[in-house]
């Protein structure tokens, strides 16, 4: 690994143990994001998606309100939009630099800067929750899912993804919030996580 995929591990790690650390992590997590931008896309293997798109298959009832969580250049966002066609979809990430290639990509969603622990929708507002090599926030990912919504957490390339979350920790962190129905994925290089909302 890279300093800065070194790095974004030790922030991942910290922030899903010590969620309340987060806003002294941030600027550093999106400073290399607002960096990497204009090569992200290039710097990512063809089969990056692959576990993400594993997952959404998994995903049999079509949701209406889709939330892609550090959409970063709208890859996530795109293979929602491609498996769902008529869901409203908002892509959110903490680099502005990482939204601007989201919007040219896929102009019919919405992109805005937030973040993902202070998430600036009201409760209950999605059905689908996703999340493509992102820190998760437990707490907010529960609020803004309606009951019977479903939450994705894709790995691009399985435990040696930068920013990872062993399926184990997600289950525990999901269970504790009502969610149920846990289902695991492989594809590529890379494992995903599927789970309902009571």
Avoid: C
């Avoid at 974004?8 to 607002?34: G, K, S, Y």
């Avoid at 066609?85 to 989201?102: C, F």
């Avoid at 479903?150 to 962190?173: D, W």
């Avoid at 969610?179 to 996580?193: D, H, I, M, Q, Y």
Wanted: charge should be neutral; proline fraction near 9%; hydrophobic fraction near 45%.
């Amino acid at each position: 690994m890279t300093f800065g995929q070194r790095l974004a591990r030790v922030i991942t790690d910290t922030a899903v143990r010590w969620p309340r650390v987060w806003p002294l992590l941030r600027p550093v997590m999106e400073r290399q994001f607002e960096r990497i931008a204009p090569n992200w896309d290039t710097m990512r293997s063809p089969e990056a998606p692959a576990p993400f798109r594993a997952a959404l298959q998994g995903v049999t009832s079509p949701p209406a309100d889709v939330l892609d969580v550090g959409t970063g250049t709208g890859e996530g966002a795109l293979a929602v939009a491609e498996r769902f066609p008529e869901a409203r979809i908002v892509g959110v990430d903490l680099s502005e630099a990482m939204l601007e290639r989201a919007r040219a990509k896929l102009p019919a969603a919405r992109f805005e800067r937030a973040d993902a622990s202070a998430l600036p929708f009201e409760a209950g507002s999605f059905d689908l929750v996703t999340h493509a090599n992102m820190l998760p926030f437990f707490d907010e990912v529960a609020r803004v899912l309606r009951p019977g919504g479903s939450a994705l957490f894709a790995f691009s390339g399985g435990a040696q993804t930068p920013i990872y979350v062993p399926p184990e920790r997600l289950r525990a962190e999901l269970g504790r919030r009502g969610f149920v129905e846990f289902a695991e994925f492989a594809a590529g290089n890379g494992t995903a996580l599927l789970a309902r909302k009571q």
